[in-house]
């Protein structure tokens, strides 16, 4: 390892640092993590400080040379994170402190699990953490920060994190992914099935042809601007049946379309030629991550086409060997996704609300692996 001091710089921007630098440290697997997806949040304004994400990402250098970096951001709510903890914002406000800003390290409207610390190779791991736990530590304290939050980090990240900094608090959560398993092609999978399931997934997949739709998937350069505009426009009817505003604006998925096209797989549902419903998904080395959809028109059975089975097909044809098709619903279970254990780790600054977010989290957990548990044992394989 090299001897070279290690310093720390917070960076305001992502575009601080160039994107050879920032992917230098990237697995071609995380496409979430690459510079063009993080800066395509910044220059398109889904974040930024008036959007409640202010940048300040930690970074480790050696001499001119980055080689490790965290995503930070002080956040002013806790839209977009997934992992909720708005009832312990309430338990400080009500005991008169205050929970807002905190520091929060993710990626923004991304709850995908995988590295969240960068580290280059032939550098002193523990060495960078020690400096990285200093870093937000004196965030937190200088800038009045409530917390501190590591989301959606993996399995080998979150134990190295524990080792380094024992009094993080661990959450349990479960999602649900799609692994190949040596299907072969998509019968391959539909046969793995009992025979209720593999009849269901036939049933719906016909169900959307006989109801006039086609299905058909654009990749990279073929992605043209109105396939994205359209795709946009899915995208924003989702969230306004919600209620709410998207999080994310055209542009920013637009600057992906330009910036980052080998990333990027749009599934297109028509009717009679013409696009009404689209769903993106993000593809790495191994993986194919579904994140975004949307529909102009009611149909039956045409989500799970276009945002499960659409993925698996691909994945098979593709020779990838992990789907991950976004958070929530046990739906996915009956369908070959099984539950997978994800966590997030806090620190948390105000000793009472500490001790009982661990109390909590120690109590969630023994329920949330309970249920892990019993729907791996309600997978729908033979």
């Not at 970074?59 to 002080?74: C, D, K, T």
């Not at 960068?118 to 020690?130: C, K, M, T």
């Not at 604006?249 to 637009?254: I, K, L, T």
Request: aromatic share 12%.
């Amino acid at each position: 390892m090299s001897l070279c001091p290690l310093s720390l710089a917070i960076l305001p921007t992502i575009g601080a640092v160039t994107a050879s630098q920032w992917d230098a440290l990237v697995d071609n697997d995380q496409p979430f993590l690459r510079h063009a997806f993080l800066h395509a949040l910044e220059a398109s304004g889904s974040v930024c400080m008036a959007s409640g994400w202010e940048p300040c990402h930690l970074s480790v250098w050696q001499e001119e040379r980055l080689v490790a970096a965290l995503p930070m951001y002080r956040k002013h709510h806790s839209y977009g994170e997934y992992v909720f903890d708005w009832g312990w914002a309430e338990a400080l406000e009500r005991a008169g402190g205050c929970y807002y800003p905190k520091a929060l390290s993710a990626v923004p409207f991304t709850p995908v699990p995988g590295a969240r610390t960068l580290i280059a190779d032939q550098v002193d791991a523990e060495a960078v953490r020690a400096l990285l736990v200093s870093a937000w530590r004196e965030q937190c304290a200088s800038l009045d920060l409530s917390s501190w939050h590591l989301l959606f980090a993996d399995e080998a990240e979150v134990a190295a994190w524990q080792t380094q900094c024992p009094e993080l608090i661990t959450r349990e959560g479960v999602q649900f992914q799609w692994r190949d398993r040596g299907f072969g092609d998509f019968d391959g999978f539909l046969n793995s099935l009992t025979s209720k399931r593999r009849k269901m997934i036939k049933r719906e997949r016909r169900l959307v042809a006989d109801q006039g739709l086609s299905v058909t998937r654009l990749e990279g350069n073929a992605i043209t601007p109105d396939a994205m505009a359209h795709f946009y426009r899915c995208y924003t009817i989702t969230y306004h049946e919600r209620g709410r505003p998207p999080y994310l604006n055209h542009d920013f998925f637009e600057r992906l379309r330009q910036s980052m096209p080998e990333a990027l797989v749009l599934v297109q549902a028509q009717i009679e030629g013409r696009p009404v419903a689209a769903a993106l998904y993000f593809r790495g080395t191994t993986s194919l991550y579904g994140r975004y959809w949307g529909s102009e028109v009611v149909a039956d059975c045409l989500h799970f086409e276009a945002c499960y089975y659409q993925g698996i097909e691909y994945c098979l044809q593709q020779g990838l060997t992990l789907f991950d098709p976004g958070t929530q619903g046990e739906h996915k279970l009956v369908r070959g996704f099984a539950p997978q254990r994800v966590r997030s780790l806090h620190f948390i600054r105000h000793p009472g609300l500490a001790a009982g977010v661990a109390q909590f989290c120690r109590e969630e957990g023994e329920h949330v692996n309970a249920y892990r548990e019993a729907a791996r044992k309600a997978l729908p394989f033979k």
